[in-house]
Nanobody, 127 residues
Framework: VQLQASGGGLVQAGGSLRLSCSASGVTFSSTGVGWFRQAPGKEREFVAA????????YYTNSVKGRFTISRDNANNRVYLQMNALRPEDTAVYYCATTGMGNPIMSSYYRPSTYPDWGQGTQVTVSS
């Protein structure tokens, strides 16, 4: 499985970005998908996820109402639409998949649930 995140960049506070995750060796419609982020000096944290074979989505509280995770089955891509960006959203963003398992809801929030990770894309929000 190879995942590649793209779409990061530099944006002013209040702006928007759309991250994209492409994959080879896995079909996003058949696996759970998550977005995580890691800021310098901080642990990797959960941002959003979409449940395997479902449209159920999960978000960390700080991005609810601003970020939207979606899945494009025809093109085998997953997106993270980020609106109303804040300086505290600055981080490297990673997409990840849960593999063949079918995790329970609470597991989607944990990095250890995801065996496959992309290389990350930098998002920088200036104030």
């Amino acid at each position: 499985v190879q995942l590649q995140a793209s779409g990061g960049g530099l944006v002013q506070a209040g702006g928007s970005l759309r991250l994209s995750c492409s994959a080879s060796g896995v079909t996003f419609s058949s696996t759970g998908v998550g977005w995580f982020r890691q800021a310098p000096g901080k642990e990797r944290e959960f941002v959003a996820a979409m449940r395997k074979s479902s449209t159920a989505t999960y978000y960390t509280n700080s991005v609810k109402g601003r970020f939207t995770i979606s899945r494009d089955n025809a093109n085998n891509r997953v997106y993270l639409q980020m609106n109303a960006l804040r300086p505290e959203d600055t981080a490297v963003y990673y997409c990840a998949t849960t593999g063949m398992g079918n995790p329970i809801m609470s597991s989607y929030y944990r990095p250890s649930t995801y065996p496959d990770w992309g290389q990350g894309t930098q998002v920088t929000v200036s104030s």
